[in-house]
């Protein structure tokens, strides 16, 4: 089903534009009105059952006239407005990819109970989540590393940091308003629907990694529970979009959190080999055991390990799978360190 996108706009020139845009690289996603009269436009919204209608904010709008169903957003010149009389405001001077990713988000959200967007036959998609009960050794990193090298070797790759305090944007960039929170808003609201939400909001490094802007503020991350993150696994499932999402996550702080992992392909922890992350990383592996015993589905068999630097002492004294080691650069920028890790054979093992 194409969304119906209705455009005012004063200046002629401007729809010619990006009219033609829209038409030829969304002509199966999109059914494009373009209007310079609001008199006209207003009586299409109901006649042609407009789902989204973006309207230049020279123009004076009658809101009572907008079907409920159809979703409004005023068009403005700057970046910097958001909103406009507490209207959504989109920039027109941008890509037409980041106008459309508005449009979908602005749908999702007036119609929450839309199907069929999904590629629901591609039920492979794997997850592969890192995380570590040391702290500071460079998690987020290597979970970067992994997705460029995913990336490299053809995979559709999504990147999820989904630590309290943890920064995708400072491994990927990519233009775009949208960030982890509408995401996250997504998956805990019943009004929205998620699958275009998640499409809307997505960004694409030029690696090729997919993934989403950190929250700005970091209190929204500690909004996701267990059952969000397994929410929002399965409608990444039903998307299709993606062979593997690699979640850079915290290491679980309770026994309920942890049972997370058991929804997951593969669990990447990460060390330094250092005394001090040594003796967290066997008091984990401890509990892990423990909590084996019982286990319908043991965690343990799922799990490996990456050291972040060459230790070949330490590759022996774990009681888990290793993968082996990559090196460390010194005076590189996160993004530069990653892509540098991603040459690593290591990554391959999780394939």
Do not use: H, W
């Amino acid at each position: 089903m194409k969304i119906k996108l209705a455009m005012l706009e004063s200046d002629p020139n401007y729809l010619k534009r990006v009219v033609p845009i829209f038409n030829n690289k969304y002509a199966n996603e999109l059914e494009v009105y373009s209007f310079t009269d609001v008199d006209a436009a207003m009586g299409c919204l109901a006649e042609k059952n407009i789902n989204v209608f973006l309207a230049s904010s020279t123009f004076k709008i009658n809101f009572g006239d907008i079907p409920k169903k159809c979703g409004f957003a005023y068009l403005v010149e700057s970046l910097d407005i958001d909103r406009i009389d507490n209207r959504k405001a989109i920039c027109k001077y941008q890509k037409a990819e980041l106008i459309y990713k508005q449009v979908l988000s602005i749908y999702s959200e007036q119609v929450p109970n839309i199907t069929g967007v999904a590629n629901v036959e591609n039920g492979s998609m794997k997850t592969i989540v890192f995380s570590s009960p040391c702290g500071g050794v460079g998690t987020s990193t290597v979970a970067a590393a992994c997705s460029i090298f995913l990336a490299n070797a053809g995979y559709r790759v999504l990147f999820l940091n989904a630590g309290v305090f943890g920064s995708a944007d400072l491994f990927f960039s990519c233009d775009g308003q949208f960030d982890f929170s509408d995401v996250i808003y997504a998956v805990k609201s019943n009004k929205t629907n998620r699958a275009l939400k998640l499409q809307s909001t997505v960004k694409q490094d030029t690696s090729g990694v997919y993934y989403y802007s950190s929250v700005k503020v970091p209190l929204d991350m500690m909004e996701m529970q267990k059952d969000d993150y397994i929410t929002l696994q399965n409608e990444l499932k039903l998307l299709g979009s993606y062979d593997y999402v690699v979640l850079d996550i915290d290491f679980p702080k309770s026994v309920d959190d942890l049972k997370f992992f058991e929804f997951c392909n593969s669990v990447v922890l990460v060390s330094d080999a250092s005394e001090t992350a040594d003796d967290k990383m066997e008091r984990m592996l401890r509990g892990i055991q423990i909590l084996d015993g019982d286990a319908e589905i043991p965690l343990q068999p799922r799990m490996s390990l990456i050291l972040n630097k060459a230790a070949v002492n330490a590759l022996l004294q774990y009681e888990i799978r290793v993968l082996g080691s990559i090196p460390t650069y010194q005076q590189v920028s996160p993004a530069q360190m990653a892509k540098q890790l991603s040459l690593s054979d290591v990554f391959g093992q999780l394939i």
